[in-house]
């Protein structure tokens, strides 16, 4: 059983000191114990709207990210906030990001000479070949043709992932869109709750 602050008129779980997190602070900071509190569910309308944390405009739900920890299992920021937020770290951090890259793909190589058995002829090219367009996993048809990220873009997925011994070879691999193949990321199928 939670016990609730001891704040009259309250009712938040106690944090510290019988109080709960947000007294605790006031208390902390000298503040007024008793001025009402600001809750973040202000920023949930009933109307299926909601407040951007960044550009305060009044937007609807589903105009921000999924986030199982936000409110109402929603970011703060909505997603053009959080593309402009992206482009500049993106800007900002390209020496970083560069990097990161490179010691990805030396990462992968290494898992490549360490694979079981590997098929240099197994490729994007080879693969669609072999099984058409779509992706393996959710259906949908992929494109062949972007460079940049696209949830759509396709990929050559491991079955079983190199990281877990599986071969580069064509049994044991298949066509992906970026999307499920991430989202899969070194899981088995077994593990992997399928696309979502």
Request: charged share 30%.
């Amino acid at each position: 059983m939670d016990l609730k602050c001891s704040i009259k008129g309250c009712g938040g779980v106690v944090f510290a000191v019988t109080m709960c997190q947000a007294h605790y602070a006031r208390k902390r900071r000298g503040a007024d114990l008793h001025a009402p509190l600001s809750r973040r569910t202000r920023y949930l309308n009933k109307n299926g709207t909601r407040i951007c944390n960044n550009c305060s405009e009044v937007k609807s739900i589903e105009e921000f990210q999924d986030n199982p920890k936000g409110l109402a299992g929603k970011l703060g920021t909505c997603r053009v906030c959080n593309a402009v937020k992206s482009k500049l770290y993106r800007e900002r951090n390209k020496e970083r990001l560069r990097e990161g890259k490179r010691q990805y793909a030396s990462r992968r190589r290494a898992m490549l000479k360490n694979a079981p058995e590997i098929d240099p002829s197994v490729n994007l090219k080879t693969l669609r070949e072999k099984g058409g367009d779509l992706c393996t996993y959710c259906g949908v048809l992929m494109d062949f043709e972007t460079i940049e990220y696209a949830p759509h873009k396709a990929s050559v997925d491991h079955i079983v992932p190199l990281s877990r011994g599986g071969a580069h070879t064509f049994g044991n691999t298949t066509l992906a869109c970026l999307k499920c193949n991430m989202s899969k990321f070194n899981k088995t199928l077994q593990e992997w709750e399928g696309p979502r």
